[in-house]
């Protein structure tokens, strides 16, 4: 088996694997780059990839960063199947519809300027038409209902804990008798947080592709984290000050939501207005709610007997544009939850602009912040952003709330793969800037006794060949760096 890498090598966004056996050409997730314009124009198909000659897209969840570029590969000449969990499925519809959404919106704007300065007009990355015919080739996965991809591979799904639907993939193959197993840990949820269940312990491996994105560090404890939450909102109570939450539509909105139900449930804060102001993020809640079966028990429980829904009488669900840019004019104390959780696109911009040059508007991160966002210029403590073209001074109070991050720290990413270390399987890390993969290879090193290769992008890896790179640049592990 050879995996070459065509993104989230050395960074953590455009997840996609070009696998190839003897008989076999897949792809595991076909993500988008994100977090600045120069990461954004890579966002094609790579004539290498030959989507024409594919035989299927193996998806992880869908998250954009590992679905993004599906329609791009319709357009390619794919014609296969898109594997995937139902609950990956609808939550992959929701937001590759609200991208290609954004872009034909964005892309007409641009062209009625450039009508004006005379120019070419341009054409969007992908359109509604585009999503569709992805949406046409969805074939539905069960986790642990191992299935035939060839009559010498056999794929099976197992719960990554992560987002709703997500999984990790194992990757069975066979020659001359001897199977081979190989695991895409996709990305990795933490243990023991609300809402989703653990990650799935498998228990062999004869080489993992895992996701560093926290490798360098763990994340705050979840009751640290949520007490911090709480005393922000008790003083924007105190001081009839706004709370503005740039979060991502699916996972982190949902678990922002129950905490905040959990502290106004128990009389902790007093319940204060919170406007939803996502249209996905509402519809992406609609689907966790109809997925609960897959999720957590103790979520489940408030669901089903109603206390849910309870706790969150004062949500205010924002679908209108109108609604949205009513917001300006309310006063605090409120929360304010918008998309996009790096800023780097979506309604918070607006919110952003109106308000971080007030200090008492309390800006709440809560999720990784790549290279070139606004979210990451907040979190560095720049005093002055540029938010849709203007300067706007930073006076509002910048909080990072790790603790409600999706994916696994250092901790829960060795926990994951320790089960698999006793048979010596091949690791590469993946999905992680430089620091966070080199970090995690030197923590697996400490640990386990096993090196790590650290590829680069378009690095093709033959897993039959011990950590055989075809590039000039060999490959980074603990034991050399």
């Not at 696994?408 to 399987?425: C, F, H, Y």
Request: proline letters at 4%; one cysteine or more; glycine letters at 8%.
């Amino acid at each position: 088996m050879k995996i070459t890498l065509y993104g989230a090598a050395h960074e953590v966004t455009g997840s996609c694997y070009l696998v190839e056996t003897a008989s076999n050409r897949f792809l595991v997730d076909c993500g988008m780059f994100q977090g600045s314009e120069k990461a954004e124009r890579r966002n094609r198909i790579p004539n290498r990839i030959n989507a024409k000659n594919l035989e299927a897209v193996l998806l992880t969840h869908g998250h954009l960063d590992h679905c993004g570029r599906l329609p791009l590969l319709m357009k390619a000449g794919f014609k296969g199947p898109i594997y995937a969990t139902a609950g990956t499925i609808e939550i992959a519809k929701l937001i590759l519809l609200d991208a290609a959404g954004i872009q034909e919106g964005d892309t007409k704007r641009e062209n009625r300027k450039r009508a004006r300065a005379g120019m070419q007009p341009l054409e969007p990355l992908f359109k509604l038409k585009d999503v569709q015919r992805v949406i046409e080739h969805f074939r539905i996965v069960e986790y642990n209902q191992p299935f035939k991809l060839r009559s010498d591979l056999t794929v099976n799904y197992v719960d990554a804990g992560h987002i709703l639907g997500s999984a990790c993939i194992e990757v069975v193959t066979t020659e001359d008798g001897k199977p081979f197993k190989t695991v895409f840990s996709g990305d990795l949820g933490q243990y023991g947080v609300p809402l989703m269940r653990d990650p799935e312990v498998i228990r062999q491996a004869d080489a993992v592709i895992m996701e560093s994105t926290y490798g360098d560090r763990d994340h705050r404890t979840l009751d640290d984290t949520v007490k911090e939450f709480q005393d922000i909102v008790i003083r924007a109570v105190e001081n009839r000050s706004k709370i503005l939450i740039p979060s991502f539509a699916v996972g982190r909105t949902q678990t922002i939501l129950y905490h905040l139900a959990e502290m106004f449930r128990k009389g902790l804060v007093t319940p204060i207005p919170v406007y939803l102001d996502s249209p996905m993020a509402i519809s992406a809640s609609r689907t966790y709610l109809q997925f609960a079966n897959i999720m957590d028990s103790e979520i489940t429980d408030l669901i089903s007997s109603g206390q849910l829904r309870n706790d969150l009488a004062t949500l205010v669900t924002c679908e209108s544009a109108e609604q949205s840019q009513a917001l300006n004019t309310v006063n605090g104390p409120c929360i304010i939850i918008a998309g996009a959780g790096m800023c780097n696109a979506g309604r918070i911009m607006h919110h952003l602009r109106h308000n971080l040059w007030h200090d008492d508007c309390n800006v709440i991160i809560v999720g990784y912040q790549a290279h070139g966002s606004l979210g990451r210029a907040l979190v560095e403590g720049m005093p002055k952003v540029k938010v849709m073209g203007e300067t706007v001074s930073v006076r509002a109070t910048i909080s990072s709330l790790g603790g409600f991050s999706a994916h696994a720290g250092q901790s829960d990413l060795l926990r994951w793969l320790e089960p698999m270390t006793n048979d010596g399987p091949q690791i590469v890390l993946t999905h992680g800037e430089s620091h966070q993969s080199q970090e995690l290879a030197s923590a697996i090193r400490r640990k386990f006794g096993m090196d790590s290769i650290i590829p680069g992008l378009t690095d093709t890896i033959d897993l039959a060949r011990k950590y055989e790179v075809k590039q000039d640049q060999l490959p980074v592990n603990s034991s050399t760096n």
